[in-house]
């Protein structure tokens, strides 16, 4: 049984949605960032960890890399050409788009109060939009990797969230209708709040 620390409105989601779509079981300790049960199992006290036996996974990427490979879903094969692709587009979102919307998530609320500069928030958001330009260039349709959805569609569509609740505004269309369909995924509308 795998548990899984971290709240799911934070990069946990993107375990859990994960968890939902291999439809193993777990169970998840909605741990904010810096908690007591965070450090723990964590000398940063970040978030996500996943737990497996005496196991700690540190990194969002890595259970899900870890996950996939284990239970044969959501990835090509270690050691393919495609699998190459796929990590490489999972790293042009890390760097491109999470890298992004963390570091104004840093200058909003993470950093000490005195080490912020809001005057880079503008910046932040024109570099989110062009770059999401750069990512739906190279999606191969209708997934990232083309037919079947794999670990980088997981990472771009929680930070699709993520910008929203963060005001990071996109008109690109494609990208629109891409997160609509990743987003009706029935694993994943098992985990939005019940109205
Ligand atoms: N690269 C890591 C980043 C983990 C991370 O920064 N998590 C955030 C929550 S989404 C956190 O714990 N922040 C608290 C902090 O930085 O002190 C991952 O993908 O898991």
């Given at each position: 049984?795998?548990?899984?620390?971290?709240?799911?409105?934070?990069?946990?989601?993107?375990?859990?949605?994960?968890?939902?779509?291999?439809?193993?079981?777990?169970?998840?300790?909605?741990?904010?960032?810096?908690?007591?049960?965070?450090?723990?199992?964590?000398?940063?006290?970040?978030?996500?960890?996943?737990?497996?036996?005496?196991?700690h996974?540190i990194?969002?990427?890595?259970?899900?890399?870890?996950?996939?490979?284990?239970?044969?879903?959501?990835?090509?094969?270690?050691?393919?050409?495609?699998?190459?692709?796929?990590?490489?587009?999972?790293?042009?979102?890390?760097?491109?788009?999470?890298?992004?919307?963390w570091?104004?998530?840093?200058?909003?609320f993470?950093l000490?109060?005195?080490?912020?500069?809001?005057?880079v928030?503008?910046?932040?958001?024109?570099?989110?939009?062009?770059?999401?330009?750069t990512?739906?260039?190279?999606?191969?349709?209708?997934?990232?990797?083309?037919?079947?959805?794999?670990?980088?569609?997981?990472?771009?569509?929680?930070?699709?969230?993520?910008?929203k609740?963060?005001?990071?505004?996109?008109?690109?269309?494609?990208?629109?209708?891409?997160?609509?369909?990743?987003?009706?995924?029935?694993?994943?509308?098992?985990?939005?709040?019940?109205?």
């Amino acid at each position: 049984m795998y548990e899984v620390i971290g709240s799911p409105t934070s990069r946990a989601f993107r375990v859990i949605w994960m968890l939902e779509e291999l439809g193993v079981p777990y169970t998840l300790s909605p741990e904010q960032p810096q908690s007591d049960r965070a450090r723990e199992v964590n000398p940063s006290g970040k978030v996500p960890v996943l737990i497996e036996g005496d196991q700690h996974i540190i990194d969002s990427t890595a259970i899900l890399t870890y996950l996939a490979d284990k239970h044969g879903a959501l990835t090509f094969p270690a050691g393919t050409i495609e699998r190459a692709q796929q990590d490489s587009m999972t790293h042009l979102i890390l760097d491109e788009i999470d890298a992004v919307l963390w570091t104004a998530a840093r200058h909003s609320f993470i950093l000490p109060k005195d080490k912020r500069v809001a005057e880079v928030k503008p910046s932040l958001k024109w570099e989110y939009a062009r770059n999401l330009t750069t990512v739906m260039d190279r999606m191969k349709g209708p997934y990232l990797m083309g037919e079947v959805m794999t670990v980088p569609d997981i990472i771009l569509t929680h930070c699709a969230t993520w910008a929203k609740f963060a005001g990071f505004p996109t008109d690109n269309e494609a990208f629109v209708s891409y997160i609509r369909a990743t987003r009706a995924r029935p694993a994943f509308q098992k985990l939005l709040p019940k109205k």
